[in-house]
């Protein structure tokens, strides 16, 4: 029987490169009407295996599927997949990490740098007109008197940590996943959360989303930041509490931030962030590169045909056990 492969979600117009992927082990691959879970069930109740993007995957969901046994993720993240329920139903679950670490560390590191240098008030300034130089940009020290914060030390945490080490004074880093903080950390000083906050000038985040990491950055841990320190996520808007966030720019107790990830995406046009002038705001693309556009496409289907021939994959659940 041919393998049956459901791609649920997405904002891809072409999956060709998923097709003729899937063709070596002889797959068809059927796109679901919509992202609700009676929508995904209808096609996929018989399915082998899903393509998941960023629908929910939920336990309800899972229990209805009769014959699955992968879930493959374009994503990094894997919060949208209840890993539990996929693992008593005996489904092995992958992610796709590292896929464009280059990129997002490329992104977080312009971010910084754009607020260290005050691009957003200086172009401001100067389209307006006005032509104050150094007025513009004082205070500003410099870089390397300063403390770059990595909060999250997995692949695009460390490679924003090598890149910008040589330019700033001190890398500081917290990771809360014991495995990959007991690690050699070079070229960052593994320190507190609390101690990450109160000692950086620019804070990074680069951390999955999770209960525990829901939030995490909410009005007591913004508290703890220094009033001219700059706050720069590449990772999920949900990380931070944005009503929090804005009352600390707002209210001048951060100086600023750099933000490619939001709560509600696409960003809302009245939402304050587009009108703050502390903040720069990108449209969640941090990822992007064509290099990293086709491995997003190419390295899920991939694993669905690994996993298929009997290769290994790394799971992030174990069906079964």
Same mark, same amino acid.
């Given at each position: 029987?041919?393998?049956?492969?459901?791609?649920?979600?997405?904002?891809?117009?072409?999956?060709?490169?998923?097709?003729?992927?899937?063709?070596?082990?002889?797959?068809?691959?059927?796109?679901?009407?919509?992202?609700?879970?009676?929508?995904?069930?209808?096609?996929?109740?018989?399915?082998?295996?899903?393509?998941?993007?960023?629908?929910?995957?939920?336990?309800?969901?899972?229990?209805?599927?009769?014959?699955?046994?992968?879930?493959?993720?374009?994503?990094?993240?894997?919060?949208?997949?209840?890993?539990?329920?996929?693992?008593?139903?005996?489904?092995?679950?992958?992610?796709?990490?590292?896929?464009?670490?280059?990129?997002?560390?490329?992104?977080?590191?312009?971010?910084?740098?754009? #607020?260290? +240098?005050? %691009?957003?008030?200086?172009? $401001?300034?100067?389209? !307006?007109?006005?032509?104050?130089?150094? /007025?513009? *940009?004082?205070?500003?020290?410099?870089?390397?008197?300063?403390?770059?914060?990595?909060?999250?030390?997995?692949?695009?945490?460390?490679?924003?940590?090598?890149?910008?080490?040589?330019? #700033?004074? +001190?890398? %500081?880093?917290?990771?809360? $996943?014991?495995?990959? !903080?007991?690690?050699?950390?070079?070229? /960052?000083? *593994?320190?507190?959360?609390?101690?990450?906050?109160?000692?950086?000038?620019?804070?990074?985040?680069?951390?999955?989303?999770?209960?525990?990491?829901?939030?995490?950055?909410?009005?007591?841990?913004?508290?703890?930041?220094?009033?001219?320190?700059?706050?720069?996520?590449?990772?999920?808007?949900?990380?931070?509490?944005?009503?929090?966030?804005?009352?600390?720019?707002?209210?001048?107790?951060?100086?600023?931030?750099?933000?490619?990830?939001?709560?509600?995406?696409?960003?809302?046009?009245?939402?304050?962030?587009?009108?703050?002038?502390?903040?720069?705001?990108?449209?969640?693309?941090?990822?992007?590169?064509?290099?990293?556009?086709?491995?997003?496409?190419?390295?899920?289907?991939?694993?669905?045909?690994?996993?298929?021939?009997?290769?290994?994959?790394?799971?992030?659940?174990?069906?079964?056990?």
């Amino acid at each position: 029987m041919a393998i049956k492969v459901v791609l649920t979600d997405g904002p891809f117009s072409d999956i060709s490169i998923e097709r003729e992927i899937l063709s070596k082990i002889g797959a068809s691959l059927l796109r679901a009407p919509g992202s609700s879970v009676s929508e995904i069930v209808a096609l996929a109740v018989d399915a082998d295996a899903l393509l998941v993007c960023w629908a929910d995957i939920p336990a309800n969901l899972i229990a209805q599927l009769k014959r699955c046994r992968f879930i493959s993720l374009y994503t990094a993240g894997f919060n949208n997949v209840d890993l539990g329920a996929a693992a008593e139903a005996g489904i092995a679950v992958s992610n796709n990490p590292g896929y464009c670490t280059d990129e997002v560390a490329t992104h977080t590191l312009s971010l910084l740098l754009a #607020c260290h +240098r005050r %691009l957003f008030l200086l172009e $401001d300034r100067v389209k !307006s007109g006005i032509w104050e130089p150094v /007025a513009s *940009m004082q205070p500003t020290p410099s870089l390397k008197e300063q403390t770059v914060g990595i909060l999250g030390y997995g692949r695009n945490g460390r490679q924003v940590a090598e890149w910008v080490a040589p330019l #700033c004074g +001190r890398v %500081l880093a917290h990771e809360q $996943d014991t495995k990959i !903080s007991s690690q050699n950390s070079a070229p /960052a000083e *593994m320190v507190s959360l609390d101690q990450l906050l109160r000692e950086s000038d620019y804070l990074s985040i680069h951390l999955p989303l999770d209960s525990s990491t829901r939030h995490m950055l909410g009005r007591d841990a913004l508290a703890k930041m220094k009033p001219t320190a700059y706050l720069v996520n590449t990772s999920r808007g949900l990380i931070i509490d944005e009503e929090a966030l804005i009352e600390a720019l707002r209210g001048k107790k951060l100086a600023g931030a750099g933000l490619d990830v939001f709560t509600t995406e696409p960003l809302p046009f009245d939402h304050p962030f587009r009108t703050l002038p502390n903040v720069i705001i990108t449209p969640h693309v941090a990822w992007y590169s064509e290099r990293s556009e086709y491995l997003l496409h190419a390295n899920a289907p991939r694993k669905i045909v690994d996993f298929f021939e009997g290769r290994p994959v790394k799971l992030l659940n174990s069906p079964g056990g």
